[in-house]
């Protein structure tokens, strides 16, 4: 299963990460560098005008980012105050940020992330 690393600035329907990890960054082919983000980290869901968080659903490799938390990843979901639940639709990616399976990731600006 291939999926790809989640970013401050990403979006599900109506829901966007809004935090990321400023030592942590990628930069894409289309040159905009984005911070990386870790599951739990702070949203802000638009159709029910409150903060939510990222939360983890999948499979994944172990490791940890700077924070002590795993990395967001495409397949993970927004959970926030909506009231019935809103279907849980899947992050929208604005680079491709894949985590590879062989081991090789990104640089982030401290340590390499394996």
């Not at 935090?19 to 949203?43: I, R």
């Not at 029910?48 to 940890?64: L, Q, V």
């Not at 940020?97 to 600006?109: A, H, L, M, T, V």
Request: charged share 25%; proline share 5%.
């Amino acid at each position: 299963m291939q999926r790809y690393f989640l970013a401050k600035g990403d979006s599900a329907g109506a829901a966007v990460i809004v935090e990321g990890l400023p030592t942590s960054t990628f930069q894409g082919a289309d040159g905009v560098c984005v911070e990386l983000a870790t599951v739990y980290m702070k949203t802000w869901c638009d159709a029910c005008k409150r903060d939510g968080y990222i939360s983890p659903r999948g499979p994944r490799h172990a490791g940890t980012a700077e924070n002590g938390r795993q990395h967001a990843l495409s397949g993970d979901v927004n959970a926030c105050g909506c009231n019935p639940p809103r279907s849980r639709r899947p992050w929208r990616v604005h680079t491709r940020r894949r985590r590879s399976q062989s081991g090789q990731r990104f640089k982030s600006r401290w340590t390499n992330i394996h």
